[in-house]
């Protein structure tokens, strides 16, 4: 009975199966959330753990059936090894090991020519969740001098159960797409311990209904324009046969449209958290906050012209498991740059088997590194600051954000095409318009730097 309907609400949406069955998944997160707070939330952690458990589980096999095996046998693996092998680097590199092996192989045998929603997708997910897990009780058998101010709030000192585990990687409002949060989170929400009110139940609603407003206003963006910007239309004639202005304004456009697909998710998906209390982080300057589990930054989103301002306003758990548990612990290699470029390929991977993962990744640090240069240069000259901060101000910023956005949609390029032959064929058709450009600036930028800045003036801004 469920099939039928499902198949004529994706018809009449015009939106593929899987994708209509994603977002009322992450709808019911609201539903679950709801349940928890009016029935729940004064029960036992066991019978909470249990309804997160058996709900997740349910939402899994409603979107990818059988399949969902997949992450079960991943979450007991891992369980194991806890049990097993201990606070050890063993575990640990065991952990990291199997988890990320067990992703590619899924990524290898499932891999097709476009983007499809299917088990791998929420995977990537729980890769992180469990891998995460297993460097958080590791740093438990640390003494608390030993840790960061991150490393405390997540570091586990006993040993979860599975029924305690499982509820942890099969909550609803992170399950499928996200976010990212500990342990230490979870194990806060069950104790009633997120919550503005002592005692009882969050006053969340209000915020949560906001970010599903907010959420609900980009998929409408996104259903609405991203059908006349579509991948296919890379690798037509027609596209190739349009003047290069043409070729440009659609990369721009595409991805400006394109990403609403997951802004929307995530911003929705994040409305569930902060209902359930899971979004809760404390109170700054008399106000409670609810940005624990915010995965988007929509409104920097939307008006930074700098590719660093997208970078920090989007997928911004994913970016923050990143730097704690990948970027940081390689401190040890004593160079920031290498450090930096490893946890970037390790991203790439992390998305996936395909070359243009590698591209994309390699492409923004680039990106970075040349505009990281030119905002030291425009702060140690004078002229050039002093241009920044005139009336023509509005114009360099609409001028910054056409280049901000053209060259974020060239970096996706292939990131959404995957295959060596298909973004190839799009670069050439624009003469690799971006990497011309960056690796240009990136040249000479020590020649503008010597000829706009003066020693004496960059000795006196270092001392300010």
């Known amino acids: 009975m469920a099939a039928p309907l499902l198949e004529k609400l994706s018809e009449s949406l015009g939106s593929p199966e899987p994708a209509v069955r994603l977002i009322l998944s992450i709808l019911t997160g609201y539903l679950c959330a709801l349940v928890y707070r009016h029935f729940l939330f004064y029960k036992s952690t066991t019978v909470i753990h249990l309804f997160h458990v058996v ?6 096999a409603f979107n990818f059936g059988s399949q969902l095996c997949h992450s079960t046998v991943c979450v007991l693996v891992q369980f194991l090894m806890l049990r097993l092998m201990g606070r050890t680097v063993t575990a640990v590199l065991s952990s990291f090991t199997f988890q990320m092996l067990y992703l590619l192989a899924g990524y290898y045998y499932t891999a097709t020519e476009k983007y499809d929603i299917k088990w791998t997708m929420p995977h990537c997910v729980l890769t992180l969740k469990l891998i995460g897990l297993s460097l958080d009780y590791y ?21 979860p159960s599975l029924l305690e585990v499982c509820g942890f990687c099969y909550f609803y409002g992170g399950f499928l797409v996200g976010p990212q949060f500990t342990l230490r989170s979870y194990q806060r929400l069950v104790a009633g311990e997120l919550t503005d009110c002592p005692g009882k139940p969050p006053n969340s609603l209000i915020p949560a209904l906001k970010r599903f407003g907010l959420g609900f206003v980009c998929l409408v ?53 902060i209902l359930s209390g899971l979004g809760y982080n404390g109170v700054v300057d008399g106000k409670h906050q609810w940005d624990a589990c915010a995965n988007m930054k929509v409104w920097l ?164």
């Open 55 to 60: 709900s997740g589980l349910a939402l899994g």
């Open 139 to 159: 740093d438990g058998r640390k003494d608390a001098s030993q840790l960061s101010s991150e490393q405390k709030k997540s570091a586990l000192r006993s040993v």
């Open 221 to 273: 963006l996104y259903a609405v324009f991203s059908p006349y910007y579509p991948d296919s239309y890379y690798l037509t004639d027609e596209y190739e046969a349009q003047p290069f202005w043409y070729r440009c304004a659609f990369i721009l456009l595409w991805a400006k449209f394109g990403l609403y697909k997951y802004v929307s998710c995530w911003v929705i998906a994040e409305g569930s958290c």
């Open 301 to 464: 989103f939307e008006t930074t012209p700098l590719f660093g301002g997208t970078i920090a306003s989007f997928n911004i758990n994913t970016n923050a498991w990143a730097a704690r548990h990948v970027f940081k612990r390689l401190r040890f290699l004593g160079n920031k740059t290498l450090s930096h470029v490893t946890t970037l390929f390790f991203l790439a991977i992390w998305h996936g088997l395909h070359s243009g993962y590698v591209l994309c990744f390699s492409m923004e640090f680039l990106i970075i590194i040349v505009e990281r240069q030119a905002q030291a240069l425009v702060r140690d000259s004078p002229a050039l600051t002093k241009l920044a901060n005139s009336w023509l101000y509005p114009l360099i910023y609409v001028v910054q954000q056409l280049i901000h956005w053209l060259f974020m949609g060239y970096s996706l390029v292939p990131f959404c095409l995957f295959a060596y032959d298909r973004w190839l064929k799009v670069y050439s058709s624009i003469y690799f318009c971006g990497h011309v450009f960056f690796l240009t600036a990136f040249l000479i930028m020590p020649y503008l730097r010597k000829a706009l800045v003066h020693k004496k003036e960059h000795s006196q801004k270092k001392e300010e």
